[in-house]
């Protein structure tokens, strides 16, 4: 019952910073080409996969890539670094929100596009995707989020990496008018 609460108030403070002008985002899809920062989000039960992150990098490696992680043990810490911000259960509030600093933080840093690489829901990221003000949000379509511009319909076995490769594909496959 409690989840539930907390994923009510998440979506009422999204909702709520959607017509909150300071939050006000300017949705348009970008030739991949013109793309210049990209916004992460990666959650993990237990211990990072590093390998995986290092590839993920790897296929955003002609971009600024800021990665936002969520790591659901409170014992993992990890230093943050120029190119990635880990957070903990303890860095959140009572209702899974994240806490103010990690919120001004993630607010501070802009992106042309957020990928939202969590296969399944997170709150703290499920907030940080909403009052993200990215021109393109992507990531794999879960129940009760209507956070996405471009959404991929999840297969069985679906991976990071075969989450990406989709987003990626698609991303580059736009076209727009300059």
């Known amino acids: 019952m409690f989840e539930d609460l907390k994923r009510k108030y998440i979506d009422w403070q999204i909702s709520s910073c959607e017509t909150d002008k300071k939050f006000k985002?300017?949705?348009?899809?970008?030739?991949?080409?013109?793309?210049?920062?990209v916004t992460v989000l990666l959650s993990y039960e237990g211990t990072p996969n590093n390998s995986e992150m290092d590839q993920?990098?790897?296929?955003?490696?002609?971009?600024?890539?800021?990665?936002?992680?969520?790591?659901?043990?409170?014992?993992?810490?990890?230093?943050?670094?120029?190119?990635?911000?880990?957070?903990?259960?303890?860095?959140?509030?009572?209702?899974?929100?994240p806490n103010k600093i990690i919120k001004g933080?993630?607010?501070?840093?802009?992106s042309d596009v957020l990928i939202d690489l969590t296969?399944?829901?997170?709150?703290?990221?499920?907030?940080?995707?909403?009052?993200?003000?990215?021109?393109?949000?992507?990531?794999?379509?879960?129940?009760?989020?209507?956070?996405y511009d471009l959404e991929i319909s999840p297969t069985q076995s679906m991976s990071r990496i075969d989450l990406l490769e989709q987003i990626l594909y698609y991303l580059r496959t736009i076209k727009t008018k300059n």
């Open 56 to 97: 993920i990098m790897q296929m955003l490696s002609d971009k600024d890539v800021s990665v936002w992680c969520f790591v659901s043990s409170k014992s993992y810490l990890r230093q943050d670094s120029e190119k990635a911000t880990f957070l903990n259960p303890k860095s959140l509030t009572l209702f899974s929100m």
């Open 119 to 147: 296969l399944k829901e997170n709150l703290p990221l499920k907030y940080l995707a909403g009052i993200s003000k990215s021109h393109c949000r992507c990531g794999k379509r879960k129940e009760n989020y209507a956070l």
């Open 25 to 37: 985002r300017e949705k348009k899809f970008l030739n991949w080409d013109d793309v210049s920062t």
């Open 105 to 110: 933080r993630f607010f501070s840093e802009t």
